[in-house]
């Protein structure tokens, strides 16, 4: 024990006289030592960061040791024994970004045999738009090129948005993205457009939660009262409305209260009158967040929902495409659902392989947002490398490959007629083969008359028409 303090200590000295800052990291991703360069660099937090563990994740704009941590978390190839250089930050507690580069060595006998990493970080900050470049070959790995993207994302629109999940750089996703800005500064009402599995209640939640509060309010927040329209009877929906109208009256400073109308396409024609008569007859503060898997204006414009009602709960509309139609989103949508799966367990996981990725690219999600995050957790499970590989995927996603590998062929259509138009010529080829060509007496194998047979064929291309015979040969039946 007494030679492994030494040790330490030496080790302390030697890191500490370093030019540069520097801490170290155990096998498990947890602090272990700052330097002191590197404890002027962090402030005074950096008392608090041994012992904590790194988690390979993007964290919100929060100060605490922890997202301090996650900041600072080197790429999991690391533990595999990889030098990496990456970008690392961390938000201040003046809710500013810190950057700079950090070389990863990790350490071990052998080499292969990780005990420890060293961090050694550059003296210079870097601004904060950098787009992270590796210095030697010009380009990261992609999962930390992907890592790099969605912190930077989290920086500039997760702090105005509590809906940080919207990640992407689709055209939908930028439009939703301002929506839900306009959505999140006011009281308006708020329609959500999508899919199953889009992430309709997840966005409904946090418009709801990220809303302004009444400063002068003298009653506390109230919450979001989710109500499904597809399986609440109608009185109980009107009765529930009654209710917060009357436990929030108009007078008085109210609680900022959200009803949550789920599957609101789908009430009847009788309900959809009764709530626009008491959504335009009594004054309610509450605030009225709505989803559907179409925009009640194009119901409306059909003749299956009133407009008037449309316009009350419309808005604004935020639409939510399915997955299918913004699959350039896919990258970082499961980097971000990845790192989640990080944060919650000791398993770190820096990304997937692009091999992996091209088979997530070309299944069709039908689950949408949802199926995308159980997929992620469950190949998070199954991983047992640095990155996520193809065969880390669930079963379905490789039979999907397969079957779209080789396609169905496509179902002929039967068509009546010339199904039995064909039978009926191999018959009458056969007649006349073994009548050797003798009509007559292949009329009499078929059961007809000889005119008959000349007519089928005639009319089947067995037969040419003669010119001058044509009408007679027509009108005989």
């Known amino acids: 024990m007494a030679t492994k303090q030494i040790h330490a200590k030496s080790l302390a000295r030697l890191l500490n006289s370093a030019p540069h800052p520097v801490y170290v990291l155990d096998d498990d991703l947890t602090i272990v030592f700052l330097n002191q360069d590197c404890s002027n660099w962090l402030g005074p937090i950096a008392e608090q960061l041994p012992g904590t563990k790194c988690l390979y994740h993007t964290p919100a704009a929060v100060f605490t040791p922890e997202t301090v941590a996650a900041g600072l978390c080197p790429p999991p190839g690391v533990i595999a024994g990889q030098d990496v250089s990456a970008v690392v930050s961390y938000y201040g507690e003046d809710s500013r970004m810190r950057r700079r580069r950090v070389w990863f060595h990790p350490f071990g006998s052998p080499p292969g045999d990780v005990i420890g990493v060293i961090a050694e970080v550059d003296t210079v900050d870097l601004p904060e738009d950098i787009s992270a470049l590796d210095n030697e070959t010009g380009e990261e790995p992609r999962g930390i090129e992907l890592h790099e993207a969605i912190r930077r994302f989290r920086q500039e629109a997760a702090g105005r948005l509590r809906a940080d999940r919207l990640v992407g750089a689709s055209p939908a996703m930028l439009l939703a993205r301002h929506q839900v800005e306009l959505a999140e500064a006011g009281r308006f009402s708020v329609l959500l457009v999508g899919p199953p599995g889009s992430g309709r209640q997840h966005l409904a939640a946090a418009i ?35 209710a917060i109208v009357r436990a929030n009256p108009p007078g008085e400073k109210n609680r900022q209260t959200s009803i949550l109308l789920n599957h609101v396409d789908e009430i009847s024609a009788e309900l959809q009158m009764e709530l626009a008569v008491f959504l335009t007859r009594k004054p309610f503060t509450f605030r ?10 194009e119901l409306s414009a059909r003749g299956q929902f009133r407009g008037d009602l449309a316009a009350i709960l419309s808005t604004i509309t935020i639409v939510l495409p399915p997955l299918i139609d913004r699959r ?7 980097q971000a ?64 490959a397969q079957a779209a590998a ?37 009329a009499r194998l078929l059961g007809l008359t000889r005119p008959r047979l000349y007519r089928r064929m005639v009319q089947l291309g067995l037969e040419e028409r003669p010119k001058d015979d044509g009408n007679a040969a027509g009108s005989q039946q």
């Open 208 to 242: 709801h939660y990220a809303s302004p509060l009444d400063r002068t309010a003298t009653l506390p927040a109230g919450g979001l009262i989710p109500l499904d329209c597809s399986l609440v009877a109608g009185d109980l929906i009107l009765s529930t409305l009654a």
């Open 288 to 297: 009225l967040i709505s989803t559907a898997r179409i925009a009640l204006t």
């Open 328 to 334: 350039e989103d896919l990258p970082l949508l499961v």
């Open 337 to 400: 659902f990845l790192e989640e799966c990080n944060a919650r367990g000791a398993k770190q996981v820096g990304g997937f392989t692009q091999e992996a990725l091209d088979q997530l690219y070309f299944y069709s999600w039908p689950g949408n947002l949802d199926e995308l995050m159980e997929t992620t957790a469950e190949a998070h499970r199954h991983a047992a490398g640095p990155e996520i590989g193809v065969d880390d995927l669930p079963e379905r996603l490789h039979l999907a």
């Open 406 to 442: 080789y396609p169905r062929r496509p179902e002929e259509k039967i068509v009546l007629d010339e199904y039995l138009g064909r039978v009926e010529r191999e018959l009458i080829r056969r007649a006349l083969a073994r009548s050797k060509g003798n009509k007559a007496k292949a």
